[in-house]
């Protein structure tokens, strides 16, 4: 099922104009947003079975920590469904946990929802997992909304101590569309420009896939808030000299001493930033954080098809979308997803209970529970 409509921008009280993932009261399934049709069209999608929330999560039909975490938990329940099973719950959870190695949300999503129906008689299991599933879903929401109202505050006193527009570079996506809510990275941004603080995004246009140019502009046009469209390699350049305020990114895991794994491509502006004493502030909401691991080097990282390099997709003339190639052919290509960013690169991470320093330290005093 597909549609072109978009609800009206709303305002700081509405998570967004749009919704990435939703599920009618009573329903036995979810849809989703297919981000791959994006700018193009908004095309929603029908998931009513475990192997089609896997492939969504698989394909990047769904991305986004937060987003996949909790698409992952609604597979389980779909799985649940068909086979309550002590052996049905084990593959279910194995098959979804598979789909994508680097964004801690998947996993622990899904250990989330087998440990509230797994003391349960089969009979019962199914129901369990799909309130457990809204809980994530509306916890996420929570969450956002407190990383917006903790990031407001800095936003705004950089609004308080000069005249203009505060620039906001971001990196990927790290909106409404990676969430089930606000965003992370973008909460900040959607509640500045509500409140009338004067934003511009610096829009990274986030190579190979492209989520930053395709989701993050299109979210930010959504909005209305004002944004500029740069590729990856002139983030140095724009940081020496177009006075960029702060970089505000997502993660997709954060280790136990603060290092931040996020999107290829992050480390980069890290370290440009930190060149330029710009701030690098990074969106954390607390199920993102990984204890368990103790460096970033301890993160798997995600190595994609070497076809995301070797090819582009974009509008066709007569609409749609098509795939060109950019490379000679038999050219070889590597794609990891994801880099790790030291914490001595992150001025600041931005959880739903406050923004502290990127370390263990930091971190314990904000969930001393996660660090015991």
Partial sequence: MGSNAVADSGDASDPAPYRALTRAAGARHVEVID?????????AVRLDDAEMAAEAIRAMWVRGAPLIGAVGAYGFALALDRDPSDAGMERAHARLDATRPTAINLRWALDRVRAAVAP???????????????????????????IGAHGLAIVEAIAARRPGPVNVMTHCNAGALATCGWGTATAPV????????????????????LQGANLTAWEMA?????????????????????????????????????????????????????????????????????????????????????????GVWGRAEGGG???????????????PAFDVTPARLV???????GVTRASAEGLAALFPERYR
């Avoid at 981000?35 to 095309?43: I, K, N």
């Avoid at 603080?197 to 190579?207: C, F, G, L, Q, Y």
């Avoid at 979308?321 to 794609?335: C, K, L, Q, S």
């Fill in 222 to 310: 959504q909005r209305g808030v004002p944004h500029t469209l740069f590729v990856d390699g002139a983030s140095g350049h724009l940081l020496r000299r177009e006075g960029i305020d702060l970089v505000l990114v997502g993660t997709d895991r954060v280790a136990r001493n603060g290092d931040v794994c996020n999107k290829i491509g992050t480390y980069d502006k890290a370290l440009a930033a930190h060149d330029n004493g710009v701030a690098v502030y990074v969106g954390l909401p607390s199920p993102t954080l990984d204890a368990s691991l103790p460096h970033g080097d301890a993160i798997p990282i995600e190595s994609r098809a070497a076809d995301e390099v070797l």
């Fill in 321 to 335: 979308t098509t795939r060109a190639a950019i490379a000679p052919e038999g050219t070889r290509a590597v794609n």
């Fill in 190 to 209: 959607f509640a500045a420009h509500a409140r009338g603080v004067p934003v511009h995004v610096w829009v990274s246009e986030t190579r190979p896939r």
């Fill in 35 to 43: 981000q791959r049709a994006l700018p193009d069209r908004v095309l």
């Fill in 347 to 353: 001025t600041g991470l931005i959880t739903e209970r």
């Fill in 120 to 146: 349960l008689a089969p009979s019962g299991r199914a129901d369990r997992a799909w309130a457990e599933a809204d809980r994530i879903r509306d916890e996420d929401v929570a969450i956002n909304h407190a």
